[in-house]
Nanobody, 120 residues
Framework: QLQASGGGSVQAGGSLRLSCAAS????????IGWFRQAPGKGREAVSC????????WYVDSVKGRFTISSDNAKHTVYLHMNNLKPEDTAVYYC???????????????WGQGTLVTVSS
């Protein structure tokens, strides 16, 4: 089970933090991350982190602005979003899979979405 929280509305240049708490996973052999879906567009993978070796991946459009981190003791992943742009506006979904599947925009488990709105 994946429980997402965070999100909200900010002006361009602002920051937000998303959290995703995982439960029911019996090992750390998976990655947790985020997809997003903007209005009228398909769902895209944004970032993920491997719970076993902390390997991270970001889609090019968020590199240098978003940072993903994990607290393995709490089975929680955080997405720190800085310098937000209007084009970051989307519903963000927490997901779990493997890093390679994230890179290919695939996920095995989904949490609920949380809305991020960035105004110009």
């Amino acid at each position: 089970q994946l429980q997402a929280s965070g999100g909200g509305s900010v002006q361009a240049g602002g920051s937000l933090r998303l959290s995703c708490a995982a439960s029911g996973f019996t090992s750390d052999d998976y990655a947790i991350g985020w997809f997003r879906q903007a209005p009228g567009k398909g769902r895209e993978a944004v970032s993920c982190i491997s719970m076993s070796d902390r390997r991270v991946w970001y889609v090019d459009s968020v590199k240098g602005r978003f940072t993903i981190s994990s607290d393995n003791a709490k089975h929680t992943v955080y997405l720190h979003m800085n310098n937000l742009k209007p084009e970051d506006t989307a519903v963000y979904y927490c997901a779990a899979s493997t890093v390679i599947r994230f890179i290919n925009s695939l996920a095995d488990y989904w949490g609920q979405g949380t809305l991020v709105t960035v105004s110009s």
